[in-house]
Each structure stands twice: as C-alpha cells, then as structure tokens.
C-alpha cells in the first residue's frame, strides 16, 4: 500500500525525533559529566571572576560595540548618500570602498590601523586600543551598514520625494526630513543585526594588544582561562555574550514581524 506524502513526512519527523532521542540517551550515559562539570562549569574559578568579568570585560565590550557603531553609522550614511550621488568620482569612491572593506577580514582591517598606519607614518589613532580597535571596525561596519541604508532609502516610494519636490523643498531637505526617516524605520532589524556582529567582533581587539583595564570580555575570559588552566572562564564568556545578544536577536524578529504585518 503507497503511503501519502502526508504519511510519509509523519514518518519521516518522528524517525528524525527518535534519532535525536537516540543521540541524547547515548551522550547522556557516555558523557563524563563529572570531568565536564569540573572543567567548564568550576562554580569556585566562576565565583572568582566576578565582579571584575562585568565591571571590565563587558562594560569594555558595550563600550567598544557603542562607539564602533556610532562612528560605523556616520559613515555608513554618508557613503550610502554617496552611493546614491549622481556625481560620478562620489559614487565611485563609495562603490570602491564597500567593496574593499566587504571584501577583506577585519582582523585585517584591525591590524592595518592598530599597527600599518603607525608604522607607515609614524602616527596612531589617539586612545590607544579603544581608538584604534573602534575605528577599525567602525571602517568595517560602516561598509555593511551603508548598503543596509542605501536599500532602505531605495525602499522609500518615489512618490514620497516626488510630493515634497512639489511643495518646494530642496533635494537636501527632502532627503534628511522626508526619505531617511522612513528609511531608518525600514531598516531598523538589519541594523540591530549588524550590532549584534560588532558585539562578537569586538574579540578581535586581542589582536591590539591591551591592559589590564582594556580587556573586552573574550580577553578577560581567555587570561583568566590561561591563569586557572581551566575551561570555565570560557564558558561565563559564553554565558554573558549570550545574555546580551539573545534579547536583541529576539527584538531583531519582533521588529521584523512588525514590519511584515504593516506591509
């Protein structure tokens, strides 16, 4: 007797769940829970990292993510308006600079500002690590976040600048009074995801070299693991970038629903 495709995909869901039960029953009995526990979840080595892993590591990692944002954005709009320009050397050189720093790995871009520029030319970008590591990433995500806002403006309907163009406003005033705020709405979730990338990319900043004061938190937690010889450090790490990109992953969808129902 032929099954139906009804049929056939109950069966398939329900092997696919056993298999996973399976999976579970036997990392279940052949872990080594005791060792497991001893080395990534040391409740002693988790009790000595605080308050020090918050008051250094994370606030060192907001504080990085704001400030690589902040100036990522600045740039990201004027490179997007850039890209938009009717003039040709202007767009050019926008097309061509989000096309390279797409292109390359930021550890790349980190270590040509935090080291090829001041060797090059015997200045460095004040501030140390925070300068250095912020600008570079703010480069960076700057390149993705002026697509992002390039694809909002272009999402705004021409009839929009159209009306304003008949009211008499100029082209400028159009842009920055009518179309960027509607194109900021749209592009709300995008933008949220790029933060969450730079939190995460922040642990590049290794690569810079830091103080005791300076350490984000994958530097802390990575010290501290090599102090301990344990693994646990990590995992608190782990731990603490998830409490702080999980609730803005969750807003990213909430944000995207919304836009989804008001279309």
Do not use: C, H
Not at 78 to 92: D, E, G, I
Not at 148 to 157: Q, W
Not at 158 to 171: C, D, F
């Amino acid at each position: 007797m032929d099954l139906t495709p009804r049929q056939k995909t109950r069966i398939y869901v329900t092997s696919m769940y056993a298999l996973a039960a399976v999976i579970a029953l036997v990392v279940a009995f052949a872990a080594d829970w005791e060792r497991i526990g001893r080395n990534f979840f040391n409740t002693e080595i988790m009790a000595d990292m605080f308050p020090d892993v918050i008051l250094i590591g994370v606030r060192n990692t907001i504080i990085y993510t704001a400030l690589s944002f902040g100036i990522g954005l600045i740039f990201a709009l004027v490179l997007a308006l850039m890209r938009l320009s009717t003039v040709v050397p202007f767009r050019a050189f926008a097309i061509g600079y989000i096309e390279l720093f797409r292109g390359l790995p930021a550890l790349i871009t980190l270590i040509f500002i935090g080291f090829g520029i001041p060797l090059a030319f015997s200045w460095s970008i004040p501030g140390g690590t925070l300068g250095a590591g912020s600008m570079g990433l703010a480069i960076v995500a700057g390149a993705y976040m002026a697509e992002t806002i390039r694809a909002g403006i272009e999402a705004v309907p021409k009839g929009q600048s159209e009306a304003a163009r008949s009211l008499g406003m100029s082209k400028t005033r159009t842009m920055f009074t009518i179309i960027l705020p509607q194109a900021f709405r749209i592009i709300i979730p995008p933008l949220t995801n790029e933060l969450v990338l730079l939190i995460k990319d922040t642990s590049l900043f290794f690569v810079l070299g830091s103080t005791v004061d300076s350490k984000e938190l994958t530097k802390f937690s990575r010290d501290f693991m090599n102090l301990t010889k344990n693994a646990t450090p990590l995992t608190v790490a782990a731990i603490l970038y998830l409490l702080i990109t999980l609730p803005l992953t969750f807003l990213v969808r909430r944000l995207e629903k919304s836009a989804a129902k008001a279309r």
